[in-house]
């Protein structure tokens, strides 16, 4: 791990552009926990430096993607991809970060490491609820954005043969319970195609193991444009 930032040097709320392995990375404060996470948007792979920060959630500022800090999993589309989260310890004489183990991002907590200064280190704690779904509360394996994901990229625009996620459209995902809520959009509000999409939508994600109900939100707000595409898709359609 390396020393980012001394024991003081952020208030709640504050953040510091770091370099963990040279890699550019964000640490942040939310309360009295410390995170860090990769400063990239993984839709478009703009700094994600100035994005406001609300609850755990960390917001590009260029077409409004979400990341749970703790994580680095995608909350909101059109990011559909992680971005790497790093391992934080508050130690002596300073905080450090560094890669966390595979799947088990950590952040440091002050109150942790004022209960333990003779290890001058801050325990390391780590979430498993998928962004965006809900906790059974009763051991049971939840549904995973990944999983919703993947089932969605099953839905071909038959205009532009070109998945929905790539396309981008799809703008938000929420599920919990058994119940799974999407809202999308269309390349535009008179699109043939449309009633086709969100058919096909709720039958793949209906298929989906624990799934019993789907329902799918169209919005036109904001209007779908060709920049929300992943690179894959651009290069399918010949967009450079």
Avoid at 37 to 65: K, N, Y
Avoid at 129 to 136: I, K, L, Q
Wanted: aromatic share 4%; proline share 8%; hydrophobic share 40%.
């Amino acid at each position: 791990m390396e020393r980012v930032a001394s024991l003081d040097e952020l208030q709640p709320g504050g953040r510091k552009s770091i370099l963990i392995d040279d890699t550019p990375a964000l640490l942040l404060r939310i309360g009295d926990q410390y995170f860090a996470v990769e400063d990239v948007c993984s839709h478009d792979g703009q700094p994600l430096t100035d994005g406001p920060v609300t609850g755990f959630e960390i917001t590009c500022p260029r077409h409004g993607a979400r990341f749970d800090v703790r994580t680095g999993r995608p909350t909101r589309m059109p990011a559909t991809e992680a971005i790497p989260a790093y391992a934080v310890e508050l130690r002596g004489d300073g905080i450090y970060a560094g890669p966390a183990e595979a799947g088990n991002p950590g952040a440091a907590s002050i109150a942790a490491a004022r209960s333990q200064p003779e290890a001058a280190a801050a325990a390391v704690s780590s979430t498993g609820v998928s962004a965006g779904g809900a906790s059974t509360g009763n051991g049971a394996a939840e549904l995973e954005d990944s999983e919703i994901i993947e089932a969605l990229r099953q839905v071909i625009d038959p205009e532009l043969m070109i998945n929905i996620i790539d396309l981008g459209l799809v703008y938000a995902i929420n599920h919990g319970e058994g119940k799974v809520q999407i809202d999308m959009t269309l390349t535009s509000p008179a699109c043939p195609a449309g009633p086709q999409l969100v058919q096909q939508s709720k039958m793949v994600l209906e298929r989906l193991p624990g799934v019993t109900e789907a329902q799918i939100k169209l919005v036109m707000s904001p209007p779908w444009t060709p920049d929300r595409m992943t690179d894959e898709a651009r290069d399918q359609l010949g967009i450079f």
